[in-house]
């Protein structure tokens, strides 16, 4: 077990290595920044000033190994637009994202243990169908489109909650709402494909045998077996989350770090934009991690392996 | 007073294909301490009979639609859905088909074997771990203490069967059902299996169906046998008689086909013909198609269950009492003899 979390560390630390490289280059082969931060009657010696300024005069080796030791300590840098340091942008809109990540996190597990462990017991039934219908229109109906909609009923039509912001719990339901729906649906398929193997199962089987009261075998004893697949997924789920965030954050004005993303995007500001990849990345990473770990500890046949 | 007694049971299940009689008018009995073989072709009926009288039966393709089974006098098919829950593991046991799968792979040796005690017995702390810890041991699993802490796959498979028939024996139950429970081992570890089940079974005096593909186990370890074709018992009576003199042609084939002791191999595809198919039964008798003996009335009309000697019974038109349009009448009966039963 101590092995197996060891080698995925490992692992993890190679792919955020590779990840710094593949940043650092995408974001400076998407045109030069400087054409957006200085003004139009910037001369060229204005452009070689401010170049040398920001250490882009020197060669892309040189401005990758700065990039990497300063970045291992925090200092991405200074945003070419906000001109603050990136670490301070960072810090000030991480807490949102991880609030908003875990709220919608939290959603679409509401959503998709209930609906994938029902399709499944109820298989073939409408519970079934309809679980189903529930789950593939969070996945096929476009995020920004859902988030317009609910913006525009719920919250203008019948002004129920927010439109967007920071400002208390209630302010978390839409966006949160929005973001978990959307990977409610493979959640919940591979539930309910997991519910109907182990349901089947022998030891399903043998549970009702022995008198096992019915709730007890689903919820448990069929359950516990059907969420190592989930399981194995939940890192690639909550990887989604992170991406979908981006749009989710700019609609409802979520001051997170998806937005930020966007904004740093749209206005080439490639010390953000590397700052914000890397934590993200780092993010899931961890998540990955922890996954790991709650995999050995719902599977004993991984736990006591080696 | 038997301590089973399963009368006219029939379990229908709802396929695509149409309805099929899974189990279609089954009656027998097992008494205290005795052992009732149930031999029949796979797919005959034989699991589906075990499930119906625990009401186990995969729903919702599965209804039970008639009959009754009584324990000590008690139909079951009346019971409610929370009562069966408490007849289930603690008058009545099962242990299925694949021993070595029946555990779930997640949890402990230790919470599998608590869970029926505390359920039904109520036991808690100390008491329940000392419980489950003799409870092993009963079954000859050396170390039980440290065994409870184990997780399935930590075992190996003779010890995962004794767990298995550890918590069969948990209560202990008044029926033991054993529905193939060696059919996946190797026959050194199916022989000690199967003298591990018979023990449990004379120290508990329980009243145990056993399920088996095999007729050589059926010798060796039941009192009684039935045998099921089409979801009918098609014959039954004491092993001894039955294996000496059979009356019916079904088993006649069967006990023609069947290996030397120790012998693996399977004897069911020995017989000549396929195997029925449930949703599209010929009239008359089901075994007709496949049947030396077979007469014209076979394949018009389905034949009674017959009285053919003592505590002996067979569904073919050949027991019944000498009929005009008789054409086979040289085959070695029982007592062919007897009206047909009510
Ligand atoms: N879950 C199920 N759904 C539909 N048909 C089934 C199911 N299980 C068993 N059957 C059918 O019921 C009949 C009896 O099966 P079973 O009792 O398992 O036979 P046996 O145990 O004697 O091999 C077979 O014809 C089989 O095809
Ligand atoms: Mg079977």
């Known amino acids: 077990m101590t092995r197996f979390v060891l080698t995925r560390l490992a692992q993890s630390l190679v792919a955020l290595a590779i990840l710094s490289v593949v940043v650092f280059v995408l974001a400076r082969a998407t045109g030069d920044p400087l054409h957006l931060i200085l003004p139009m009657s910037a001369t060229e010696e204005d452009y070689a000033n401010a170049r040398r300024y920001l250490g882009l005069d020197r060669s892309y080796p040189e401005q990758y190994v700065t990039f990497v030791a300063r970045a291992v300590t925090g200092d991405f840098g200074t945003s070419l637009r906000a001109r603050r340091p990136v670490s301070e942008l960072i810090a000030a809109r991480l807490p949102n994202s991880l609030k908003l990540g875990a709220f919608a996190m939290g959603v679409s597990l509401l959503l998709a243990f209930p609906l994938g ?16 219908v529930i789950a593939v229109l969070g996945q096929s109906l476009p995020t920004f489109w859902v988030a317009i909609v609910l913006i525009e009923v719920v919250a203008g039509r019948l002004q129920w909650l927010p439109a967007g912001g920071v400002d208390g719990i209630t302010s978390y339901i839409l966006p949160g709402f929005t973001l978990g729906w959307f990977v409610v649906a493979g959640m919940m398929r591979l539930l309910r494909s997991g519910m109907l193997e182990v349901l089947d199962s022998e030891y399903v089987k ?69 700052a914000v990849v890397l934590t993200t990345a780092a993010i899931v990473a961890v998540v990955n991690l922890s996954v790991d770990c709650v995999y050995g500890f719902i599977d004993p046949r991984i736990r006591y392996a080696r | 007073m038997p301590v089973l007694d399963v009368r006219d049971l029939r379990t229908h299940l709802i396929t695509r294909w149409g309805t099929v009689k899974a189990v279609d008018g089954v009656s027998f009995t097992v008494d205290e301490g005795e052992t009732l073989g149930l031999v029949g072709e796979s797919g005959s009926g034989k699991s589906m009979t075990c499930l119906s009288i625990l009401r186990l039966a995969p729903r919702p393709a599965a209804r039970i639609v008639g009959g009754e089974v009584r324990l000590d006098g008690d139909d079951l098919l009346r019971k409610t859905g929370r009562e069966m829950q408490r007849i289930r593991g603690k008058k009545i046991a099962m242990i299925l088909q694949d021993p070595m799968s029946s555990l779930n792979p997640v949890f402990s040796i230790g919470m599998q074997v608590k869970e029926p005690l505390a359920m039904h017995h109520g036991l808690r702390g100390r ?141 069911l595809t020995a017989i000549d013909g396929q195997p029925p198919d449930l949703a599209a039964l010929p009239p008359g008798c089901a075994f007709a198609p496949r049947c030396t003996s077979v007469m014209e009335r076979c394949r018009v009309d389905a034949p009674p269950e017959v009285i053919v000697g003592e505590g002996r019974t067979s569904r073919c038109w050949l027991s019944v009492a000498p009929s005009p349009p008789r054409r086979d009448a040289g085959l070695a009966l029982g007592s062919s003899d007897g009206p047909p039963r009510a």
């Open chain 2, 127 to 267: 008491a329940l771990f000392s419980r489950a810890v003799d409870l092993l041991a009963s079954v000859g699993i050396s170390s039980p203490a440290d065994r409870l802490l184990a997780f399935p796959h930590q075992l190996s498979g003779g010890m995962r069967q004794r767990v298995v028939g550890a918590m069969a024996i948990s209560a202990p139950p008044r029926v033991l059902i054993a529905d193939e429970p060696t059919t996946s081992l190797d026959v050194t570890i199916q022989a000690q299996y199967l003298r591990l089940l018979k023990e449990l079974q004379q120290r508990h005096r329980l009243a145990m169906i056993f399920v088996t593909h095999n007729l050589g186990i059926v010798a060796r370890v039941c009192d009684r046998v039935a045998v099921m074709y089409a979801g009918r018992i098609v014959e039954a009576g004491p092993v001894e008689q039955i294996f000496r003199a059979p009356a019916h042609p079904y088993t006649k084939a069967l006990l023609e086909s069947v290996p030397r002791l120790g012998d693996t191999r399977e004897w």
């Open chain 1, 117 to 132: 462990v029902m399709a499944a017991v109820h298989k073939g039934t409408v519970v079934d169908r309809a679980a189903q």
């Open chain 1, 206 to 274: 043998l549970a009702r045998v022995k008198g096992v009261v019915e709730a007890r075998v689903v919820w448990l004893h069929a359950l516990k077996n059907a969420l190592i697949p989930v399981v194995t997924f939940a890192g690639i789920y909550f990887s989604i989350l992170v991406t979908t965030a981006i749009v989710v954050e700019t609609v409802f004005a979520w001051p997170g770090l998806g937005r930020l993303a966007y904004e740093a995007i749209t206005s080439r500001d490639f010390p953000v934009i590397q």
